[in-house]
């Protein structure tokens, strides 16, 4: 539904959409041609359109008129290419393109996972296990509170906070944190609580899987999501990875003993 010139989905959760996959959408239909025709008065269901796989109802306002509903059913993918379609008061059977019905399993909600600005996160308590980090954000410098015996790399730590902000979602895996459980949130490998002025949000990450995805969800709202291995990597490295790797490599060092001869 478009309302005040933007996007929200109302089934099956009420949320803003993305608009560039919405959009690709309407440019779809805006461009909508039969690839080739199937039949002029076809057997539907031969076709798998008396169970379409994907249902796109259109209204179109019309000034000082009643607005005009379409619905186009599409069915079975062809061996030939694309996919079987018609208009739901049309006998026409023909075919689409296999680009438009990957535009119509596209994700529709938001992908977004914050709504502030970067510069708004005051304070990052980062928790994987036994080792818990919390920085904090003094005169626009990142200051290291715990563990007190690392030090903090002022750059690495400007770069993850700005990965921590960009996050984006590529597939909501439900739209409720009622399925918490399922995902493996309700005892999440890693949490990161971000402190605003006015506000805490907190993201749990859940296993990683073989490839390297993994579950995530914002505690405070609805969603469970999931996050690309690049970002997995991100999150599970934290802030204190590059200092962590310098220690080992110190410690590995030879020790010298004894005097410099004269």
Excluded: C
Excluded at 185 to 211: H, N, Q, S
Aim: proline residues 5%.
């Amino acid at each position: 539904t478009k309302t005040a010139d933007k996007w929200y989905m109302t089934e099956p959760v009420s949320a803003p959409a993305h608009e560039p996959a919405v959009n690709s959408i309407l440019a779809d239909i805006d461009d909508l041609e039969a690839d080739r025709l199937l039949a002029l008065k076809g057997d539907p269901a031969e076709y798998g359109l008396d169970k379409p796989t994907h249902k796109l109802l259109i209204e179109v306002k019309r000034e000082d008129k009643e607005p005009v509903t379409h619905e186009l059913l599409v069915g079975k993918k062809l061996t030939d290419g694309g996919y079987a379609a018609k208009l739901a008061d049309n006998d026409l059977i023909f075919a689409v393109g296999e680009l438009m019905v990957d535009h119509l399993e596209d994700e529709l909600h938001e992908r977004l996972v914050w709504e502030f600005k970067e510069d708004d996160i005051k304070q990052v308590v980062w928790k994987k296990g036994d080792l818990e980090v919390l920085m904090r954000k003094e005169d626009d410098k990142w200051k290291l509170i715990r563990p007190q015996d690392r030090t903090l790399n002022p750059t690495r730590a400007d770069n993850f906070v700005r990965e921590l902000h960009s996050i984006g979602v590529d597939r909501f895996l439900s739209y409720t944190k009622a399925d918490a459980s399922k995902y493996g949130l309700d005892k999440p490998a890693l949490t990161i609580t971000l402190k605003l002025a006015d506000a805490e949000k907190t993201l749990l990450v859940g296993k990683k899987d073989p490839e390297g995805w993994a579950p995530a969800m914002v505690a405070e709202v609805d969603g469970i999501f999931k996050l690309d291995p690049s970002m997995v990597q991100t999150l599970y490295g934290g802030v204190l990875k590059v200092e962590e790797k310098k220690k080992q490599s110190e410690k590995g060092k030879p020790q010298e003993t004894g005097k410099k001869s004269e």
